[in-house]
Nanobody
């Protein structure tokens, strides 16, 4: 499955952005767990948020809890990351990733946060937050 992120940009601290992750057609999007990760220059790729294939379960990194939300619309083959109250330390390239197909998903918080569990990645979208 091919993933395309969009919605990044340059904003000021306190602003909001909504990132989108659109999946290519020909796949059953509802069979994929979706994760968002970010990578700042010189740092490793880090987990941000994940959502189960049915959209029921979510998990967030501590650094974004209360500020970011994750959602998905399986009818539109798209996942979203709503980012509120952005901080300069949120500056990074944001990637969405898909794990699947999961014909039956056994939710594991640990797996959902692990880069290596995801099979497909988008090209990323840059988010820059100025102070």
């Amino acid at each position: 499955v091919q993933l395309v992120e969009s919605g990044g940009g340059l904003v000021q601290a306190g602003d909001s952005l909504r990132l989108s992750c659109a999946a290519s057609s020909g796949h059953t999007f509802s069979q994929y767990r979706i994760g968002w990760f970010r990578q700042a220059p010189g740092k490793e790729r880090a987990f941000v948020a994940a959502i189960s294939s049915d959209g029921v379960r979510t998990i967030f990194a501590e650094s974004v809890k209360g500020r970011f939300t994750i959602s998905r619309d399986n009818n539109k083959d798209t996942a979203y990351l709503q980012m509120n109250n952005l901080k300069p330390e949120d500056t990074a390239k944001y990637y969405c990733a898909a794990d699947g197909p999961l014909y039956v998903e056994y939710w594991s918080s640990q797996e959902a946060q692990t880069v290596e569990e995801y099979d497909y990645w988008g090209q990323g979208t840059q988010v820059t937050v100025s102070s």
